[in-house]
């Protein structure tokens, strides 16, 4: 065998390794996603869905952790979505050039690296106590909405920097201000590449376990909340709580609440990539 | 007027970008005010060299070594799975697959980061620890392989896809010579591409080390909640993270020194992964430069 034969060989052999190792991490996905859903989609019920927390597996629900996480979903979006687009649009349109602009640049770089649980902290000292806000939904929002700031305000400005400059340029010709430009051309053009991130960012908002717990956000929830200053837990401090407990009840329950909140998760970002693929098919 | 409602319009942008800013001065801020009032309490040099971390117990003792070895331990095993197999991943895609394959796998390995933490914990509690105990028999329920290995599978598109956008930014001059001087796809990719993308790949590790320091659920699941010092990844270990959660859900008072352990342990946190973020982002910068 000759060199050029043993290449050949080494090369188809890489190829096939790099085939098992892609397929592997599909492969761990899907065998993952099946064993959740095979432990734990028998325990999905109505009861399940309405029922509030119980120290008996089966007679546990989820109700506090949904509605918990509807709102912290609906309070986080109301905070970070005009913060994130406001920041992003001054940053891309505003302060290109500035030292501060600089700064404000190296600073979100850095943010979105910060660990997540690191703004738990901070809203524990804060939100929770500087602000007197305890461990109620808004304190949970605010952080949230701190951690995900960067994320939006990434996505946005790559959105506003697609739109071509020409757009910009006609629109000032017809004497059109700054804003004016912003607000009627740019922002509408750029729209649904930014509701792409924001829904991403959303997505991960929901997710999140750590920061919420460092701000005091209870396991055990007897009541739904009413009002943005109650207490709460949400799904993903339920099933935090459930995987930690011994009975093997508890566990089929995390495994349903993993259903529940997966399905959450993935339907937001297939909307994501639904709006993102429809955009690209308009601009063609 | 017009023009009086365009300042207003822009100094509320302005101050809606600095909350970026406010919101790294505050980190910075809590972080350093009450670590201060802890390291007015606890040596420095105690902090550093004692080798146990018992602040909730009756016999205290303040040493960060066992949390900082618990995190490097379960981060050394993340990186040990994902970059392997992500580096593996950007070349295959790169290099190797058809486009329709690399369109369609690059957004479904990005699924692997879109999943809640929280729920690779109970993969590796409910799926892999079981599994590796029927292969090594002395491993114990929590340990540090099991949420590393989980970790790592995680992190790898962090992996894949930065380098593979760094693979597939090397100009096309150098790929061609390569295949011009008849080497295989195998030899280009490792010994023209890599290292001509090196600093795009070696800035996607640093940021995925960065995550896999910071990240909290998966270790406070599978990994157990006892600081030891050690490197041995079949016992029970602590992270620093882990730490803070514990630490969260019982009932410390406000102000102690308990308390307050939590802000040592968080500007430890905050000092390792800003420093390496901030390596990747410098080593990403200069490459930027290197081929414009």
């Known amino acids: 065998m000759n060199n050029l034969q043993r290449n050949k060989i080494r090369d188809k052999a890489f190829k096939y390794f790099g085939v098992t190792c892609t397929f592997f991490g599909i492969f761990i996905l899907g065998v993952f996603l099946f064993g959740i859903i095979n432990d734990g989609v028998s325990r999905i019920n109505w009861d399940f869905l309405t029922n509030l927390p119980s120290y008996r597996p089966k007679r546990a629900g989820i109700l506090t952790a949904w509605t918990g996480t509807l709102w912290i979903f609906g309070l986080t979006a109301i905070i970070a979505i005009p913060l994130g687009i406001a920041a992003a649009i001054y940053l891309e349109e505003y302060g290109k050039k500035s030292w501060f602009a600089n700064l404000l640049e190296i600073n979100i770089t850095n943010l979105a690296g910060v660990p997540s649980i690191i703004y738990g902290i901070l809203g524990l000292e804060i939100f929770v106590r500087l602000a007197g806000l305890g461990g109620s939904l808004l304190a949970g929002s605010f952080t949230l909405s701190l951690l995900i700031l960067p994320v939006i305000i990434v996505a946005t400005r790559e959105a506003l920097k697609a739109v071509p400059l020409t757009t910009r340029t006609a629109s000032y010709a017809l004497g059109a201000t700054k804003w004016q430009t912003i607000w009627n051309l740019i922002l509408p053009a750029s729209l649904s590449s930014i509701i792409t991130g924001i829904i991403l960012a959303l997505a991960r908002a929901v997710g999140e376990t750590a920061p919420l717990i460092v701000i005091g956000a209870l396991a055990y929830v007897p009541f739904v909340a009413k009002t943005p200053m109650d207490e709460f837990t949400v799904m993903p401090i339920q099933i935090f709580n459930w995987i930690s407990r011994p009975q093997h009840g508890f566990t089929i329950n995390a495994a349903a609440a993993i259903i529940i909140l997966l399905a959450f998760v993935f339907v937001m970002n297939g909307i994501a990539v639904y709006i993102r693929i429809k955009a690209k098919k308009k601009s063609h | ?292």
């Open chain 2, 1 to 292: 007027m017009k023009s009086i409602k365009e300042k207003i319009i822009e100094s509320i942008l302005f101050t809606c970008a600095l909350i970026t800013v406010l919101t790294t001065l505050g980190i910075i801020w809590v972080l350093l005010s009450q670590s201060y009032s802890f390291f007015s309490e606890v040596s420095i040099s105690e902090f550093l060299t004692d080798k146990e971390w018992t602040p909730l117990f009756s016999q205290k003792h303040f040493g960060i070594m066992p949390l900082v070895t618990g995190t490097l331990l379960t981060t050394f095993i993340a990186i040990c799975v994902a970059l392997p197999m992500g580096l593996t991943i950007a070349v295959y895609l790169n290099e190797y697959a058809p486009k329709g394959i690399r369109k369609t796998v690059k957004p479904i390995l990005e699924i692997l980061a879109a999943v809640p933490t929280v729920v690779y914990g109970f993969f590796a509690l409910v799926v892999v620890t079981p599994f590796l105990q029927s292969i090594i028999p002395g491993l114990s329920g929590f340990n540090a392989l099991s949420p590393g290995i989980v970790m790592g599978i995680m992190i790898i598109p962090f992996i894949s896809s930065l380098s593979e956008d760094a693979l597939a930014a090397v100009p096309k001059t150098l790929r061609e010579a390569s295949y011009g001087m008849g080497a295989t796809k195998l030899q280009t990719s490792f010994k023209v591409l890599i290292p001509a993308a090196s600093s795009g790949i070696i800035a996607s590790v640093i940021l995925a080390l960065a995550r896999a320091i910071g990240e909290t659920m998966i270790v406070a699941i599978a990994a157990g909640q006892q600081p030891r010092l050690t490197f041995d990844p079949t016992v029970p270990v602590e992270t620093i993270t882990t730490y803070i959660v514990q630490v969260s859900m019982g009932d410390v008072p406000h102000g102690s020194l308990e308390y307050k352990t939590i802000f040592a342990a968080g500007i430890t946190l905050f000092a390792l992964t800003f420093l390496l973020n901030n390596i990747s982002f410098w080593i990403n910068k200069r490459y930027q430069q290197k081929y414009e």
